[in-house]
């Protein structure tokens, strides 16, 4: 199994809980959507929801109390609802809720994570720094990728696991639900001069273009959508397979970027190739493709030509 992709290494990417209504966010910024569910354990309930652009890009994610807080900087933005940018204001941070590594919120409080240090900040205002106290982190709480609160009455230490529901809208779950990205080279046709004079060879080759959208959109069937009437299916797990390949090897990523590429849905593309193959030569028509687990996703439009049934050794897309 692979890793999730820690918060320090996606850029707004955040969890967050609120003790108002009992609900549990997951904010994927980067594909401008949030996931909102009560129990990241089950597949339940699970919605999806835009970001208002005011809202996109922010460092640190949390809510309290009916209230969003988007940490940006030296600033945060106060709203009641991250679609609409409702009601949103926007304070100074105090210099000692500066720089924290992650920040959460509960019951009325805000704690700043400072993990270098080992020591976490409570505050009951981010802005004034009112009755802050700082505290030691345990040391079985210093490794969490992602930090967050909520109200739960019970104490006692649980250790709980992600629904595959929700893991597939962490960055890199797609590794685990559907496995590593892969990028390889598929022979088409290939034709093979056995004689002892030159051959004028022609034939029509059929290779694909464009993104396996009903793939795609299967990976959505666990979400209840409350997005924009624009959205189309398989739309949103297309930027969340982009960011999956694009990811290092240790994520389950392929390490290339595939934002250039058409993503719209796959179409079959036959073209006349017209060639003169020497004597015991051979000429051979490949497509790179990538995808994730076992099944292709995407494939890359233009066509190469080897003179050996050995795959080409150069990838067609740019390293991250």
């Not at 290339?256 to 719209?264: H, I, L």
């Amino acid at each position: 199994m692979f890793p999730i992709v820690p918060r320090s290494k996606a850029p707004g990417v955040d969890l967050c809980g609120d003790d108002y209504y009992g609900h549990h966010y997951i904010i994927r910024s980067d594909a401008g959507v949030y996931m909102r569910s009560d129990n990241l354990n089950k597949v339940s309930n699970i919605e999806v929801f835009d970001i208002h652009y005011s809202c996109k890009g922010g460092d640190h994610y949390l809510a309290n109390n009916g209230y969003f807080y988007i940490i940006n900087g030296t600033n945060y933005r106060r709203v009641t609802n991250m679609t609409t940018d409702a009601d949103s204001t926007v304070y100074a941070l105090h210099p000692n809720c500066q720089g924290g590594d992650h920040y959460l919120s509960m019951c009325g409080k805000f704690y700043i994570i400072y993990k270098d240090r080992g020591i976490y900040r409570r505050t009951t205002n981010m802005n004034k720094d009112e009755n802050a106290v700082e505290y030691h982190l345990h040391p079985s709480c210093r490794d969490g990728l992602y930090y967050w609160g909520n109200m739960n009455n019970n104490l006692d230490r649980v250790d709980n696991s992600f629904a595959m529901g929700v893991v597939k809208f962490l960055p890199g779950g797609l590794a685990t639900t559907n496995g590593p990205a892969f990028g390889e080279w598929e022979l088409l046709k290939s034709f093979e001069n056995t004689s002892h004079v030159t051959v004028d060879w022609s034939k029509q080759v059929s290779h694909q273009r464009g993104a396996k959208r009903e793939k795609l959109s299967s990976i959505e069937h666990d979400w209840n959508f409350k997005v924009t009437a624009s959205y189309s299916s398989g739309k949103l797990a297309a930027n969340f397979a982009k960011f999956q390949i694009s990811l290092e090897a240790s994520y389950g990523g392929k390490y290339v970027n595939t934002t250039k590429e058409s993503w719209d849905d796959v179409t079959t593309v036959t073209e006349k190739v017209s060639v003169s193959v020497p004597p015991d030569q051979q000429v051979c028509f490949w497509q790179y493709k990538v995808g994730l687990g076992d099944e292709d996703i995407l494939f890359c439009p233009k066509m190469k030509m080897t003179h050996s049934k050995d795959p080409p050794t150069e990838i067609p897309l740019k390293t991250v």
